[in-house]
């Protein structure tokens, strides 16, 4: 008596890997390649920056201010403010703390 588990497989029923497109514009593209750029800080004029803006002006990553703002240890004048869940780091703290003039 034979079952199916003991019949060997058609080989049209063999693994297919598939084949996975994506049709990304042109400006998508460049856009998940190139690094974020930002206005220098001498032309910010809002009051507070985003955490991915204010690492790149302080020279660290991203994470590390998240981890001042959890541990509360962040230096001198660049307290974060919370606004809807997410943090905005002081501008003028930022220069402070860089010695640009306001």
């Given at each position: 008596m ?6 060997p ?8 890997p598939?084949?996975?497109t ?5 400006d998508?593209r ?5 690094p974020q750029?930002?206005?220098s800080?001498?032309?910010?004029t ?9 690492a790149?002006y ?9 981890g ?18 997410r943090l905005?780091?002081?501008?003028a ?7 640009v003039?306001a």
């Amino acid at each position: 008596m034979k079952t199916a588990a003991s019949e060997p497989r058609a080989a049209s029923a063999q693994f297919q890997p598939l084949e996975i497109t994506t049709n990304h514009s042109s400006d998508t593209r460049r856009a998940a390649n190139e690094p974020q750029r930002f206005p220098s800080l001498e032309l910010v004029t809002r009051p507070t920056v985003d955490t991915n803006a204010a690492a790149y002006y302080l020279n660290r990553q991203p994470q590390t201010l998240r981890g001042w703002a959890c541990s509360e240890s962040w230096p001198e004048g660049l307290r974060p403010v919370r606004i809807n869940g997410r943090l905005g780091w002081p501008v003028a703290g930022i220069r402070a703390a860089l010695g640009v003039a306001a």
